[in-house]
């Protein structure tokens, strides 16, 4: 589910067939998977669009949203959470480097709004909040922002998992942070081990320490309980809705 956003003309809709160039696992739960595009072999689409993967044999089909940014147009990347183990995460765990897929794309409004719009004229900040695997379409966002728009507004991400075994992408996130002064990255575990410097609890408990709401771009992305009680926070604290943004997972 998706909020509307306004934003320029939309990419085209095709059907894609991919082939898995290479998959790297992340930790126990999590995977990146990059597929070559083969026909067609490039795509346009927006930062924080998602695609639909089709899961042989079961008439399934799942959304992935998309975690490389729109600058690498010959091939797509994708991060995978194993834990539901249904249809879509099974298939893609056994899926092997060189086997083809068939993906609908790009879909969804979970898009940046540049800062010369209508709407990036009332979103001087963006703050960006994710749980667990919701933090694909980021990947591609951050980079897109930072790199190839170059937008200079402050860029928040605060990402939650539950323990540090489950970290991935802190090096690249740190990396950039590093790079570009105008991004912070804000880690948060709700189980993480004693010595842990970080933010300990949940996304929301980070939020609600926020001091200023206004003038802020909220994107929030992962499970629906999340969405629901950050949406709640953010109406209460007086942000409008449509400065509200939101893709719920599951
Ligand atoms: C717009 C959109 C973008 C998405 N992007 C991604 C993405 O980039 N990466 C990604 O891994 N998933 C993403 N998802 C979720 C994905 O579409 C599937 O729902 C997920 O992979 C589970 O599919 P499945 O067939 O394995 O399990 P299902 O048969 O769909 O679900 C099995 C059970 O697991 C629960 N469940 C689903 N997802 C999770 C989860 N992450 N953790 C715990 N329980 C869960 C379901 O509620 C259900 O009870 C996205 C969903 C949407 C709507």
């Known amino acids: 589910m998706t909020n509307q956003a306004s934003s320029p003309a939309k990419p085209a809709l095709q059907i894609f067939k991919a082939k898995l160039a290479w998959r790297k ?13 083969l026909e067609p072999n490039r795509i346009s689409f927006e930062a924080g669009q998602y695609l639909l993967l089709e899961v042989p044999e079961t008439g399934h089909q799942r959304s992935y949203s998309i975690a490389s940014p729109p600058s690498l147009d010959h091939a797509i990347h994708l991060l995978v959470d194993f834990t539901p183990q249904g249809p879509g995460s099974k298939y893609l765990q056994s ?10 794309a790009p879909l969804g409004r979970f898009v940046i709004s540049d800062q010369d719009s209508q709407i990036g004229q009332t979103e001087k900040k963006i703050v960006l909040l994710a749980t667990g695997s919701g933090i694909a379409p980021y990947k591609s966002m951050i980079e897109d922002r930072l790199i190839t728009k170059k937008d200079y507004r402050p860029l928040t991400l605060i990402w939650g998992l539950r323990y540090e075994s489950d970290q991935f992408w802190y090096d690249d996130f740190s990396l950039l942070a590093s790079q570009h002064p ?24 980070v939020l609600s320490i926020q001091d200023d709401f206004s003038e802020t771009g909220y994107f929030l992305c992962g499970n629906g309980s999340m969405v629901k009680d950050a949406r709640e926070m953010l109406t209460q604290k007086g942000v409008a809705p449509e400065n509200i943004h939101f893709e719920t997972f599951f």
């Not at 105008?182 to 004693?194: D, I, T, W």
């Open 182 to 205: 105008n991004f912070s990255f804000q880690p948060v575990l709700s189980r993480p081990n004693e010595g842990w410097q970080f933010h300990k609890g949940y996304v929301t408990d």
């Open 25 to 37: 696992d992340l930790n126990t739960n999590f995977a990146e998977f990059k597929f070559e595009l």
């Open 95 to 104: 899926l092997k480097p060189g086997e083809e897929v068939k993906m609908i």
